[in-house]
């Protein structure tokens, strides 16, 4: 996904202070964040121009000791074409010796009223989404009782219709067919759906269909966590499943690990109702209760009165 200087402006509401067309509609290709110190003292070996550079107090303050000259001369040197925009935070003043900078190298000079590590962490997090790498793979991401559920399955085995029945029972589509996701950190992963696919669900005989005009505005959402996968089979006699939910699965999208549970689909079986008690199980399981460690604990207890009655 591209990310532009205007973008983010208005994402995190930056005042302009100096922009041009040109400035706000150049990319932003990274989500680090730099807080120049060493370079104000003109230490520039491992300065990283690419980045949007971030002034709050400390740097500013520093700025502000500096002769008008000295001032210039450090500010020059920071300010470099592939630099996207510097942005001073705490509504602080901007210094003219700024503008001149930023005017000679075309780069956008921003304002906010925030305090500095708050607008930072905003600007991280609204980058890293933005920036990180997506994967698509195939299936339907629900938000069931606020849980990312992504449902996987053979094609035509009925992915797009328990997805139906699933908003109907009050639950939220966020992808039919094609999910995007990708990984917020090490253990978090979301999912979205492609733009042109946003909101819609094809269903064989029926064609597609716009859950939000259909259905409300409740009954969609543009991205949601991904915690648990469901994968649809078909039921076969013989073909062993997971009868007491301790079987462990799991896949890796975007090197995030999620836990993942197999369902059989059979003539007569609510599979819409199944996948609603599987994923209020594994939110059961999240908050420490185990009906699986439970049941064991109940049968060897059992087991243990039935050995001592026949002693």
Not at 17 to 44: C, H, N, Q, W
Request: a negative charge; hydrophobic letters at 40%.
């Amino acid at each position: 996904m591209v990310v532009t200087v205007k973008m983010l402006a208005e994402k995190v509401k930056l005042k302009p202070i100096y922009v041009t067309d040109e400035a706000l509609e150049k990319e932003i290709i990274t989500s680090d964040i730099s807080r120049p110190g060493l370079e104000m003292t003109g230490y520039f070996d491992y300065y990283s121009p690419e980045r949007i550079q971030l002034l709050g107090m400390k740097e500013w303050s520093y700025l502000n000791a500096m002769t008008s000259h000295n001032r210039y001369s450090v500010l020059k040197k920071m300010f470099q074409p592939e630099t996207p925009a510097i942005i001073v935070a705490r509504n602080l003043d901007i210094q003219d010796e700024m503008v001149q900078a930023a005017k000679e190298q075309g780069i956008a000079v921003l304002q906010s009223r925030v305090p500095t590590s708050r607008l930072s962490g905003e600007m991280s997090w609204y980058l890293d989404t933005c920036l990180a790498e997506r994967t698509s793979v195939h299936g339907v991401l629900m938000d069931i009782y606020g849980m990312g559920v992504l449902i996987q399955g053979d094609s035509g085995i009925g992915k797009s219709e328990t997805a139906l029945e699933l908003v109907k029972r009050g639950h939220r589509l966020v992808a039919d067919d094609r999910v995007d996701v990708y990984a917020k950190d090490e253990e978090t992963l979301w999912g979205e759906p492609a733009e042109i696919l946003r909101h819609l669900i094809e269903i064989r005989g029926v064609g597609i269909i716009d859950v939000m005009s259909l259905y409300g505005a409740s009954a969609v959402r543009n991205s949601s966590q991904v915690q648990l996968a469901v994968y649809l089979e078909n039921f076969e006699k013989g073909k062993v499943f997971d009868r007491l939910g301790n079987g462990g699965e799991e896949i890796e999208l975007s090197s995030v690990k999620i836990p993942r549970v197999r369902i059989p689909v059979k003539t007569g079986r609510n599979v819409s109702v199944v996948i609603e008690a599987a994923a209020m199980n594994h939110r059961a399981k999240q908050m420490g209760y185990d009906a699986t460690k439970t049941f064991e604990e109940r049968l060897t207890k059992l087991i243990s009165q039935n050995e001592g009655s026949h002693d």
